[in-house]
């Protein structure tokens, strides 16, 4: 296991990374038990969200049309991902201790999690409608 000194120096180089925009985020498909399971892990410059590999593959059909049940599945799980990057970065770089946070338990982050996702799909959707509700110049 690392130190507490070594951890908090990899979150001052990983923030750093950010800032210079030299970490980004990946989008990774692999093999899950379930079509429900994604996660984020953390590479040396780089956040990876894994989302099921099963539901990509189930994306379009044969005649090359969107599964949209599919599609809509895979913006759930990864705007609920994104949401623990967002949310729980320190978590996900194992800081422990951090100042200014409070300690909340893992029910608390996925319903934190979810929330985001939720309000961030809300907006994308009124962002198409507003879109396709403008009047063209007759």
């Known amino acids: 296991a690392e130190n507490p000194y070594e951890l908090q120096e990899e979150y001052k180089r990983l923030r750093a990374m950010l800032k210079e925009g030299r970490a980004h985020i990946d989008i990774d498909y692999i093999d899950t038990a379930s079509e429900d ?9 780089a ?3 894994n989302l099921p590999k099963s539901l990509a593959e189930r994306v379009t059909y044969e005649d090359g049309s969107f599964n949209k049940s599919a599609v809509q599945k895979i913006r759930e799980l990864m705007a609920h991902e994104l949401g623990h990057l967002m949310l ?9 201790g ?34 396709h509700s403008v009047e063209s110049p007759s």
Not at 37 to 45: D, G, H, L, Q, Y
Not at 108 to 115: L, V
């Open 37 to 45: 399971e994604a996660r984020v892990i953390k590479t040396s410059n």
């Open 47 to 49: 956040f990876v969200i």
């Open 98 to 131: 951090t100042q200014g946070s409070k300690e909340i338990t893992e029910e608390e982050k996925e319903a934190e999690a979810q929330f985001f996702a939720e309000n961030i799909l809300k907006m994308r959707t009124q962002r198409n409608e507003d879109l």
């Open 88 to 96: 729980h970065t320190d978590e996900l770089l194992k800081i422990e």
